[in-house]
């Protein structure tokens, strides 16, 4: 049987009674104790027992002055209740205008980088292209003879720059993005040309590495809404992804497939090393890599995930990733159908 617990009375409520009574000069310091030590008697023996009642029994206190101390006490705590109340408020008030301005300075920021990343990037595209120009006079033998060894020493320079002009481009592609200035030219796309083209673009790096790439098309795949030079620099991008990170003897597949009438779903599917499950999160961080050492083993800037999201949801789109750490990744978005 369970004790049922005692009735709530405003006395329970005001601590250290005893010596605001004796602090009124209601009781002594000495008859305070006497009502104590008779309300701990009471205790000892089980009895639910209160100082307020100790005070009466003992004739130390009527009840109209025990009623006036415990209402004064009350109001005592009303009041520091309120005032408290009010600090409060001034302090989440102060706390919550501190935050504001830190969002604010944190904007600013975010718009002082994209300004100098888009500055920097544009100020690089003109000495790039002078060494490009360069490059192919040296090749091609316009500017005198040279040997096979010179050869394949400028071919390979021409591959770093072509590398880094894509760099460029991307930098550039993510501060218009972070401005909110990326534009969109929607259209009705052949998404099958498109795929094709990218698996094309992709089998020179992915020969290179020893992984095969493909594309499983459905059949009488329907064209889409999209921007096709945005939609086209988004697959390039995943194939490469996958390529990069997918060791020799694996594949990386492109597949093109109708989902209902509406639809149609894009998936890069990898064999490579996988993303840990509590760090998926992380691969759409600009400027961000998940092997942040200075020695890690694969390249890249850490803003084309980013801006392959941010392109997917321009498209009124989402962006899917599933991955196995150790067996590879999948990234998968629709597409609106545009039918005749």
């Known amino acids: 049987m369970s004790q049922s617990l005692p009735k709530l009375t405003p006395e329970m409520l005001i601590p250290r009674m005893g ?9 002594t310091e000495e008859q305070l104790q006497t009502a104590l030590a008779y309300q701990q008697e009471k205790v000892a ?40 109340n009010r600090n409060l408020d001034q302090r989440v008030k102060e706390r919550t205008s501190e935050l504001n301005e830190a969002l604010q300075r944190l904007s ?11 500055n920097i990037s544009h100020e690089l595209r003109t000495p790039l292209t002078h060494v490009k120009g360069y490059l192919e006079l ?19 320079s021409q591959r770093a720059t072509t590398k880094l002009e894509s760099m460029i481009e991307d930098l550039i592609m993510f501060s218009l993005a972070s401005r909110g200035e990326m534009s969109m030219r929607l259209d009705k796309v052949d998404i099958r ?29 329907p064209m889409v809404q999209a921007d096709p030079e ?11 992804n996958g390529i990069k990170f997918t060791p020799s003897g694996g594949s990386v597949v492109i597949a093109l497939q109708e989902e209902g009438h509406n639809l149609v779903i894009l998936t890069v599917t990898d064999t490579g090393i996988g993303i840990p499950l509590d760090r998926l999160k992380e691969i759409f961080e600009p400027f961000h890599q998940l ?19 941010q392109i997917v949801e321009a498209h009124g789109s989402l962006l899917d990733v599933q991955s196995v750490q150790g067996k590879g990744s999948i990234f998968k978005f629709p597409l609106l159908a545009v039918r005749e």
Not at 75 to 83: F, G, M, W
């Open 291 to 309: 092997d942040g050492s200075s020695t890690r083993h694969y390249g890249g800037t850490g803003l084309g995930l980013s801006l392959v999201r």
């Open 230 to 240: 945005k939609i086209g620099w988004v697959l390039n991008q995943l194939l490469d």
């Open 138 to 156: 040296l090749v091609t033998g316009s500017l005198g003879v040279i040997s096979e060894d010179q050869r394949h020493a400028l071919q390979v």
């Open 193 to 221: 040309r498109i795929v094709s083209l990218a698996v094309t673009s992709a089998s020179n790096k992915a020969d290179e590495r020893g992984v095969q790439v493909r594309a499983a098309i459905s059949e009488n795949i």
């Open 45 to 84: 023996r089980g009895e639910h027992y209160l100082l307020g009642q100790a005070l009466m029994d003992l004739n130390l206190l009527d009840r109209d002055a025990l009623d006036q101390v415990v209402t004064e006490q009350i109001i005592q705590l009303r009041s520091a209740l309120q005032s408290s």
């Open 108 to 118: 600013e920021l975010s718009k002082m980088k994209a300004n100098f990343v888009a």
């Open 19 to 27: 010596e605001y009574i004796v602090q009124k000069k209601l009781i």
